[in-house]
């Protein structure tokens, strides 16, 4: 089986197991555990913040992080495709009493003349007051879309000049500084809240940090024993984080090259399907046109290869550790025909 419906869906190698196996560890919620603070360190440090905490996963980040932003009562505005809008349960409204407003974008983009029109800060007494503004990069159910630099700077701006907050859904930020060469420091500097996930194309089993000043995470340190995700010996998932950005994040781009082999696979059997052109990181949408997704997605995995159908005329593919080139472009022929026929 090929699977790509997710990039979540890897397995820790054999090097990764070891790395967790030796790890040395302690009591986390006494912050004693050394490979779970290495780990905070080090990617506060790589993005260019004060301090880091360790989560179990990327949208527990994001509610902590948008949490320290905004009041309950008060709103978040992120795009309407965006993670932390359409996946994460309603966790923000149901467990911190905030609500959002999406606006609309093209592939997930932040479009900042969209966001200067939408906010809203200090509203006063007879509307939401807006507290904060999230991003998500790369963008997921955009396409893993990059959002250029000066855009998000310009954002960045925006928030400052009207003294609210930004928050940085980065679960895909690595992939976003393989593509660009954009140093994390840079993108991280943006923002007051960045989150980055582990578990996704840089293959750990479990894990994701949330950084900001050493204030904040010591608050969300706080949350996220309310949230009863308080871990003891973490150390031993830590330890493949670590393992992870030393020997994941460079490979990244072998991840892109088989999105783009895909992707070419699929638009030489339907060049309407899809433009390889579009195909900016490790995820690529395919418009089915009037062809149903779902059984299309269900017919490709009768043959041994599995894609998600995320709309009813959209399937998404995305390349990841655990499959090759070869792997992506014999699946992308594949699916190609299915929907040629
Ligand atoms: C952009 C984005 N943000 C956040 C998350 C949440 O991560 P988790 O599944 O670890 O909660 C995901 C998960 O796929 C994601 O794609």
Same mark, same amino acid.
């Given at each position: 089986m090929i699977d790509l419906r997710s990039d979540t869906v890897t397995k820790?190698?054999?090097?990764?197991?070891?790395?967790?196996?030796?790890?040395?560890?302690?009591?986390?919620?006494?912050?004693? &555990?050394?490979?779970?603070?290495?780990?905070?360190?080090?990617?506060?440090?790589?993005?260019?913040?004060?301090?880091?905490?360790?989560?179990?996963?990327? !949208?527990m980040c994001n509610m902590l992080g948008v949490r320290l932003l905004v009041e309950p009562g008060q709103e978040v505005v992120c795009d309407v495709q965006a993670h932390i809008a359409r996946a994460e349960m309603g966790g923000h409204a149901a467990a911190h009493g905030l609500t959002m407003r999406t606006f609309p974008s093209s592939r997930g983009g932040l479009e900042p003349a969209e966001v200067a029109k939408i906010i809203s800060p200090s509203a006063g007494p007879y509307l939401v007051s807006t507290a904060a503004v999230a991003v998500e990069n790369t963008h997921n159910f955009g396409g893993g879309t990059i959002q250029p630099f000066a855009e998000l700077a310009s954002v960045a701006e925006l928030c400052r000049a009207h003294g609210i907050g930004y928050h940085l859904d980065g679960a895909r930020l690595w992939n976003a500084h393989v593509a660009t060469g954009?140093?994390?420091?840079?993108?991280?500097?943006?923002? %007051?809240?960045? !989150?980055?996930?582990? !578990?996704?194309?840089?293959?750990?089993?479990?894990?994701?940090?949330?950084?900001s000043t050493a204030e904040n995470i010591a608050k969300a340190r706080v949350m996220r024993k309310r949230l009863g995700a308080g871990w003891r010996q973490a150390g031993?998932?830590?330890?493949?984080?670590?393992?992870?950005?030393?020997?994941?994040?460079?490979?990244?781009? &072998? %991840?892109?090259?088989?999105?783009?082999?895909?992707? &070419?696979?699929?638009?030489?059997?339907?060049?309407?399907?899809?433009?390889? &052109? %579009?195909?900016?990181?490790?995820?690529?949408?395919?418009?089915?046109?009037?062809?149903?997704?779902?059984?299309?997605?269900?017919?490709?995995?009768?043959?041994?290869?599995?894609? !998600?159908?995320?709309?009813?005329?959209?399937?998404?593919?995305?390349?990841?550790? %655990?499959?090759?080139?070869?792997d992506c472009e014999w699946a992308g022929h594949l699916v190609g025909k299915l929907l040629a026929e």
């Amino acid at each position: 089986m090929i699977d790509l419906r997710s990039d979540t869906v890897t397995k820790p190698t054999h090097q990764m197991r070891e790395a967790m196996l030796i790890a040395p560890v302690g009591d986390d919620v006494y912050a004693e &555990d050394p490979t779970v603070n290495e780990l905070e360190q080090r990617v506060a440090q790589l993005l260019g913040h004060e301090a880091g905490l360790f989560c179990v996963s990327g !949208s527990m980040c994001n509610m902590l992080g948008v949490r320290l932003l905004v009041e309950p009562g008060q709103e978040v505005v992120c795009d309407v495709q965006a993670h932390i809008a359409r996946a994460e349960m309603g966790g923000h409204a149901a467990a911190h009493g905030l609500t959002m407003r999406t606006f609309p974008s093209s592939r997930g983009g932040l479009e900042p003349a969209e966001v200067a029109k939408i906010i809203s800060p200090s509203a006063g007494p007879y509307l939401v007051s807006t507290a904060a503004v999230a991003v998500e990069n790369t963008h997921n159910f955009g396409g893993g879309t990059i959002q250029p630099f000066a855009e998000l700077a310009s954002v960045a701006e925006l928030c400052r000049a009207h003294g609210i907050g930004y928050h940085l859904d980065g679960a895909r930020l690595w992939n976003a500084h393989v593509a660009t060469g954009v140093a994390l420091e840079a993108y991280g500097g943006l923002f %007051d809240t960045v !989150s980055v996930c582990f !578990s996704k194309g840089l293959g750990a089993p479990v894990g994701s940090v949330l950084v900001s000043t050493a204030e904040n995470i010591a608050k969300a340190r706080v949350m996220r024993k309310r949230l009863g995700a308080g871990w003891r010996q973490a150390g031993v998932l830590s330890a493949a984080c670590l393992y992870a950005l030393d020997h994941h994040v460079q490979r990244l781009a &072998d %991840d892109h090259a088989a999105a783009r082999t895909f992707a &070419d696979a699929v638009a030489g059997c339907v060049a309407t399907a899809v433009n390889p &052109d %579009d195909v900016e990181t490790n995820v690529v949408v395919i418009d089915t046109g009037t062809t149903p997704a779902a059984p299309i997605a269900a017919a490709a995995a009768e043959r041994g290869v599995q894609v !998600s159908a995320l709309g009813p005329f959209m399937i998404r593919a995305v390349t990841h550790l %655990d499959v090759t080139a070869d792997d992506c472009e014999w699946a992308g022929h594949l699916v190609g025909k299915l929907l040629a026929e």
